[in-house]
């Protein structure tokens, strides 16, 4: 079995999910912030992104994602 | 063989690799069976560092709702999803849509930002694709 992306993709995976999970407490650190996680940690903030990817080694391989209240309605 | 998603709020989302001449990286994609090609967003181009020689003006019009955009094509993309047996890869031409940000007021950039790239029917229909909310089971299967 080949894993070597599979690997990546999971913990990818694992920390959007970790967002999802602690989105009321990152609400109170972050809010309407962009922010990066690596292995459930916050690596970094910033209100824009183009700040915040400034601060990141490696933005490809990082989960990235705005922390707001404000709920969007997508009809894509 | 399958590929398992992951709900957020009600979204059905896919992870997968993405690697061409002239970039790779991470996605979070959208699984949008509304979307007839797998499309990367503003948001994704700027986290991938996607160059302007990578994109090929699009032959075909994309049609959505809302906003200006410039759409265009990133050539022989491999991209990769994790699944139970592994890594599964497939290459194919994916979509660009680029809105023209430098036009819109501070907040409505933010919003377009958010908005995820999507995984579209492209991808989709070469799986068995299920999306049971109640269950919490989002998976291509083949």
Request: glycine share 6%; hydrophobic share 45%; with cysteine.
């Amino acid at each position: 079995m080949n894993n070597q992306v599979t690997n990546l993709l999971f913990s990818f995976e694992a920390d959007h999910m970790w967002i999802n999970e602690n989105l009321a407490r990152l609400l109170e650190q972050y809010v309407d912030q962009w922010i990066a996680v690596k292995n459930g940690q916050v690596l970094a903030s910033d209100p824009d992104l183009a700040g915040l990817l400034s601060k990141l080694p490696d933005p490809a391989h990082t989960c990235v994602e705005f922390i707001t209240r404000e709920s969007l309605e997508m009809v894509l | 063989m399958i590929i398992r998603g992951r709900f957020i709020g009600d979204a059905p989302y896919f992870a997968a690799h993405l690697r061409s001449a002239h970039f790779q990286g991470l996605v979070w994609l959208l699984a949008d069976t509304g979307a007839s090609r797998t499309t990367l967003l503003d948001r994704d181009r700027r986290l991938l560092g996607i160059p302007a020689e990578a994109l090929e003006p699009a032959l075909l019009p994309i049609v959505g709702i809302g906003g200006s955009v410039r759409s265009f094509l990133l050539g022989d993309v491999e991209i990769t999803m994790a699944s139970d047996e592994g890594d599964v890869a497939s290459r194919q031409d994916l979509w660009l849509v680029q809105h023209d940000l430098g036009r819109l007021p501070p907040e409505e950039v933010s919003r377009i930002l958010r908005l995820p790239s999507v995984l579209g029917r492209d991808l989709i229909n070469r799986f068995n694709f299920m999306c049971d909310y109640q269950a919490g089971i989002v998976q291509l299967e083949r």
